[in-house]
Nanobody, 118 residues
Framework: QVQLVESGGGLVQAGGSLRLSCAAS????????AGWWRQAPGKQREFVAG???????NYANSVKGRFTIAVGDAKTTIFLQMNSLKPEDTAVYYC????????????WGQGTQVTVSS
């Protein structure tokens, strides 16, 4: 069973930056899509950023130009660099390793809280 552990969340003022990390127990990101999702209080979980095993990134419109996803060389860690943070970015952020075909399992981390104060 693959385990994902996020870190790097915290409290930051609007306009500030945070870098989230997600460490996997194996090189799952060599075969699975890497992803960051978030869930704000009272809202559904939403996609933030993703990267294919080949390294092609994609972003939600709300974070384009401010957030950057990266995958470590060993394919065991992914990162989310978040700049120009806004109060509406406040949420629990989850990393995910999502299968690229129906036979593969999806894996999720437990989440890390990001709070942006105005």
């Amino acid at each position: 069973q693959v385990q994902l552990v996020e870190s790097g969340g915290g409290l930051v003022q609007a306009g500030g930056s945070l870098r989230l990390s997600c460490a996997a127990s194996e090189s799952i990101f060599s075969s699975h899509n890497a992803g960051w999702w978030r869930q704000a209080p009272g809202k559904q979980r939403e996609f933030v950023a993703g990267a294919t095993p080949g390294g092609i990134p994609n972003y939600a419109n709300s974070v384009k130009g401010r957030f950057t996803i990266a995958v470590g060389d060993a394919k065991t860690t992914i990162f989310l660099q978040m700049n120009s943070l806004k109060p509406e970015d406040t949420a629990v952020y989850y990393c995910a390793a999502l299968g690229t075909n129906p036979m593969e399992h999806d894996y999720w981390g437990q989440g890390t809280q990001v709070t942006v104060s105005s």
